[in-house]
């Protein structure tokens, strides 16, 4: 069994390691970069639905306010997969 697992470390080569710290890193941008855009969307919304309940005919000015915080928050997101991407393909 101890010789098995010789075997197998000594069969890993620096490039494994590489591929699988680049697959790790992409995961974790990934993950850590969605937590933030995906709380600030969601005190967004609520928020906007708050101010709707209490001032239903500002429901306009406050729907048009909502998405564009909603994709300037979203933008932070789509920052993290550009990096990931560039983790996985160019690196």
Known sequence: MLQEAQAVVVGISGADIALAAKY??????????SIGPA???GNIGAHALDGMARQPEMQGALMR????GQAISEST?????????VLLFVI
């Open 39 to 41: 709380l600030a969307e």
């Open 77 to 85: 997101g789509i920052y993290s997969l550009l990096i990931a991407i």
């Open 24 to 33: 790790i890193a992409a995961g974790l941008c990934m993950g850590i970069g």
């Open 65 to 68: 306010t909502m998405v564009l």
